[in-house]
């Protein structure tokens, strides 16, 4: 016989409904209008109280990093394909491609990537994929396709530009940012590269910047 301090199966089955309810609603809503959107109104779109929503989420990134984990999954799996490539510079082209591509299709997304995300369980996956690029860098380098001074923290560049292309021109010209990540990978390229001005930000300062925007 359950005792009186079991708690209720109906009340663990109705949290994990509202749970993917706010999950669900936010997602949807963070897509639409991006991350900054009133936490009452995914509230309402989820059908469940303010109060629901705090007790599941106490603050709005673990709303968050809750919704957009699986594109840190994504992102290990690209970097994973990346890494067994038979091509070490279309490994790292697709890879750029794959996470520009979420940008792309959701707006929510798009802005947490230039942001950072800060769990426990996103700084682990966000270091799975960083090693992975790791090898998919050398790889490319030795092959002679990626320019020698290249470094995984250059990438960061990438990502805030095309996100910031996507913000501008998303709704009048959706596939612009193709254009713009194209002319970027030329600049990755070892063929006719030029010396770099300045230096490249050292290991873990693209997240720092992310971290403090």
Known sequence: MASSTDPPRPLRGDARRNRELLLDAARALFAERGVDVAMAEIARRAGVSNGTLYNRFPTRQDLIEAVFLDRLEKNVELAEQ????????????????????????????????????????????????????????????????LRADATIEDLAFVVWGISRTVDMTGDQAPRLWRRHLALLLD?????????????????????????TD
């Open 82 to 145: 990346a890494r067994g490539a038979d091509d070490p510079w279309q490994g790292c082209v697709d890879y750029v491609t794959g996470i520009c591509e979420l940008q792309a299709a959701d707006r929510g997304y798009n802005e947490v990537v230039t942001r950072g995300m800060t769990s426990p369980a996103a700084q682990q996956l966000q270091a799975t994929a960083t090693a992975a690029l790791g090898d998919v860098f050398d790889r490319a380098q030795r092959a002679g396709t």
């Open 187 to 211: 600049g990755f390229r070892a063929a006719a590269a030029h010396p770099l001005p300045e230096p490249p930000l050292a290991a873990g300062q693209a997240h720092q910047a992310m971290a």
